[in-house]
């Protein structure tokens, strides 16, 4: 009898041991995880037409919150790559959840506020001036694809020049007042870029205030709109009624103005 007992007793001690062995495997195995535990944002960066730049060392920045106090210190950051003008970034292992997307070139290394001569963008809309940051959902073992535009931190004015005829090296000014543009006293003044019949411009630096903005190839060099000029301005109306546009600038605007062009033919 007292063998047959120890034989139970062995065999039931190494029951149990087998049994916490496999429970500790089991458990080994739901602790490790396996695939739909965390989600990635992919993401690109672009600079639109007329805004100058280098988005190379840029950063792309991820908030668990949006950064609405001002202040710009990430939860996480990760390195861009592609070309000056458009980049390509990666946030992956993240936890399920709404997060917040930002590509910074802080050029002058400010480190956590946004300041002039920077590039800036974020997943959302408004303006340089009220960003309006809109979430990114993230849910495990998923892809989220987001597309940023970026934004110069210098006041900018950018546009096309189109029209019927040849726009190259066209005048683009801005004048601050009505009485200057009557009398071409331009505030700041530049030439178009490339060449045929849709051409763009850029001008930054602009200090802030109110402005109308002109389009003129003096093609005779007369110094006054006569036959022959190319001419459009930012507002509405015809060549014998014409009704100006005002821009209204601040530090960090960011202006579109496209402008459609006519021939003075008397």
Not at 89 to 104: C, H, M, R, T
Not at 152 to 165: D, K, R
Not at 232 to 249: K, N, Q, R, V
Not at 255 to 266: E, F, L, Y
Request: a negative charge; charged letters at 10%.
């Amino acid at each position: 009898m007292k063998i047959m007992t120890s034989f139970c007793i062995f065999v039931f001690l190494l029951s149990e041991v087998m049994l916490l062995v496999s429970g500790c495997s089991e458990k080994s195995n739901t602790s490790t995880g396996g695939p739909g535990l965390s989600g990635t944002i992919k993401g690109t960066a672009t600079l639109p037409a007329g805004v100058q730049g280098d988005l190379l060392k840029a950063r792309a920045n991820l908030y668990n919150n949006p950064p609405l106090s001002g202040g710009h210190t990430p939860d996480k950051s990760v390195s861009v790559s592609g070309t000056q003008d458009s980049v390509t970034f990666s946030f992956s292992g993240l936890p399920a959840g709404d997060y917040y997307i930002e590509v910074w070139k802080d050029s002058v290394s400010s480190g956590s506020a946004w300041q002039t001569g920077d590039l800036v963008g974020w997943y959302g809309a408004g303006t340089v001036d009220i960003p309006v940051w809109m979430p990114v959902s993230v849910k495990t073992s998923l892809t989220s694809n987001v597309s940023i535009v970026m934004h110069s931190m210098l006041s900018n004015i950018h546009g096309t020049v189109s029209g019927p005829n040849d726009y190259s090296n066209t005048m683009v000014s801005i004048y601050s007042n009505y009485t200057n543009w009557l009398n071409y006293i331009p505030a700041q003044s530049v030439m178009t870029i490339g060449s045929g019949s849709s051409v763009t411009y850029s001008m930054t630096n602009i200090a802030p205030g109110t402005y109308f903005l002109d389009v003129w190839k003096d093609n005779d060099l007369s110094g006054n709109w006569t036959t022959g000029d190319f001419v459009g301005w930012y507002g509405t109306g015809t060549l014998t009624s014409i009704e100006l546009t005002p821009i209204e600038m601040t530090e960090f605007s960011n202006i579109q103005a496209d402008i459609s062009m006519n021939t003075i033919t008397k």
